[in-house]
């Protein structure tokens, strides 16, 4: 018997994994042995921050940019769907893939998909250790996409009162497929780049409240080096 090869444990392998059943779940449905799956509240501040940085800085171009990318996204999700019904050979998962990306078009406008794609790209940017490896990240985005769809939840009752809602789980192979789709969007990389920028405008008021402080308080010198 082998021992499960995630860091810290020591249970044994099952089947022909390298890991134990636990961590052989997690890797599949999180993409990393050891990465936590993340929720609407967590990404709730980043989705805030950047709408308030397209307000600020792209009222109504933003949107405009972000119709459009996902129009692109859709209609080629169309086409290869298209392909199918002709009878074309065609990967399992990315045929999973694009008919995700026509059922969630059909349940939320672009905006919402796209400022909720912008914000994971934010958060990768702002909190890079949180992550474990990449396909950590690139499957959260993925669940977190899906899970703008009703379609893709079952939901608990008790008592006639929601208790919960449980996202349907997807194929490893439908999830790098739905990454790839993603990615082609931009939406991730614009998320990233609006961090950076964030947090050099950061950087720049903290300099500037050195200086007038140390103007304040006539250190001139300080001031002079504040900047």
Known sequence: MRTCKAD??????????????????TMARHGHPHQTGVTKADLKPYIKAV??????????????VIQGAWDRTVREARRFMDQAYQGRAQSVYDRE???????????QDAD??????IAMGYWYQD???FWRHDDGFR???????????PREAAYKW???????????????????????????????GYGGEIAVREAAAREARQREVKRERAA???DDQNAEGAA
């Open 112 to 117: 919402t998909i796209g400022v909720l794609l």
């Open 216 to 218: 304040f308080f006539g």
């Open 8 to 25: 810290g444990c020591h249970a044994q392998t099952k089947g022909y994994s390298s890991y134990c059943e636990r961590h052989k779940r």
């Open 158 to 188: 008790h008592d006639g009162k929601m208790e919960r809602s449980v996202y349907r789980d997807v194929r490893p192979g439908t999830i790098r497929a739905l990454w790839a789709i993603v990615h082609g969007t931009g939406f991730v």
């Open 97 to 107: 893939a694009y008919q995700a990306v026509l059922s969630l078009a059909e349940e």
């Open 127 to 129: 909190q890079p250790r």
């Open 51 to 64: 709408r308030a940085f397209l307000e600020r800085n792209h009222p109504g171009k933003a949107q405009t």
């Open 139 to 149: 499957f959260q985005t993925v669940r977190m996409l899906l899970r703008l769809n």
